[in-house]
C-alpha cells in the first residue's frame, strides 16, 4: 500500500502478557518513529529510527518497551510484562529525511491490557 | 523544556463559520518548527503544515490560515466557512531543532465538530 501500515489495529492482552506491534513505513522513507497516544491526549513521542539504528528512544518509559528495525524498513515494537498502564493507540509514523516533521501517520494499534 | 498548550478542548460550530484554533508554545531554543496536524475519526493524523521560527509570515492555504506570533508564542489556526469534513481532533505540535528529525511536542488537542 501507499501509507504507513500497522498490525494489529486492535489487540487485547491480559496483565503481565507479551506483545508485538507491527509498523511498515512507506517505502524510501528512512526515518520511523513510535509514538503512543492516551485518551483525550497528544501523541507522546517513544523512539525514532534512522534507518536500522535507533536514533533516539528517550521516550521509551521503562525497559519493558523495546523496538528493532532490523533490515530498515519494517519496526517491531515489542512490550514486555504489560501493565494496565500501558494501555493506549501505539502510532507509527515514517518520513523522508530532511523533512522535518512532515510525518505520515499510519492509523494506529489499540492496545488493551485487562 | 518544551510544552504546547491547546486550551481549547472542544468546539462546535455551525457548518460555514469560520472558527480558530488557539496554540501557545514554550521553548528556550530559538530555532525550532512549529506544526499542525489534522486526526479525523479514523486516528491517522495528517500534516497540515510547519512554520519555522524565523518566518512569521502568516500563511494562507484555500480555507486554511495560520497566524504566528513570536512576541506571543503562538500559532493559531483558523478555518474560514467551515464544513462538516472539517470535524476532527486538532494537534498543534512543535519541534526544537532544525538539524535531524527531532522527535515532535504535540498539545492535547482540540476536538472540532461542525453541525451542518
Known amino acids: 500500500g501507499a501509507g504507513v501500515s500497522q498490525t494489529p489495529s486492535n489487540k487485547v492482552t491480559e496483565k503481565g502478557k507479551y506483545v508485538e506491534l507491527r509498523c511498515d513505513p512507506i517505502s524510501g522513507h528512512t526515518a520511523l518513529y513510535w509514538y503512543r497516544q492516551s485518551l483525550g491526549q497528544g501523541p507522546e513521542f517513544l523512539i525514532y529510527?534512522?534507518?536500522?539504528?535507533?536514533?533516539?528512544d528517550s521516550g521509551l518509559p521503562n525497559d519493558r518497551f523495546f523496538a528493532v528495525r532490523p533490515e530498515g524498513s519494517v519496526s517491531t515494537l515489542k512490550i514486555q510484562r504489560t501493565e494496565r498502564g500501558d494501555s493506549a493507540v501505539y502510532l507509527c509514523a515514517s518520513s523522508l529525511v530532511g523533512e522535518d516533521g512532515e510525518l505520515f501517520f499510519g492509523e494506529g494499534s489499540r492496545l488493551t491490557v485487562l | 523544556a518544551q510544552k504546547v498548550t491547546q486550551a481549547q478542548t472542544e468546539i462546535s460550530v455551525v457548518e460555514k463559520e469560520d472558527v480558530t484554533l488557539d496554540c501557545v508554545y514554550e521553548t528556550r531554543d530559538t530555532t525550532y518548527y512549529l506544526f499542525w496536524y489534522k486526526q479525523p475519526p479514523s486516528g491517522e493524523l495528517v500534516f497540515l503544515i510547519r512554520r519555522n521560527s524565523f518566518d512569521e509570515q502568516n500563511e494562507i492555504s484555500g480555507r486554511y490560515s495560520w497566524n504566528f506570533q513570536k512576541s506571543t508564542s503562538s500559532f493559531n489556526f483558523t478555518i474560514t466557512a467551515s464544513q462538516v469534513v472539517d470535524s476532527a481532533v486538532y494537534f498543534c505540535a512543535l519541534s526544537e531543532a532544525f538539524s535531524g528529525n527531532t522527535p515532535l511536542v504535540f498539545g492535547k488537542g482540540t476536538r472540532l465538530s461542525v453541525i451542518a
Open positions: 529510527f534512522q534507518g536500522t539504528g535507533a536514533a533516539d
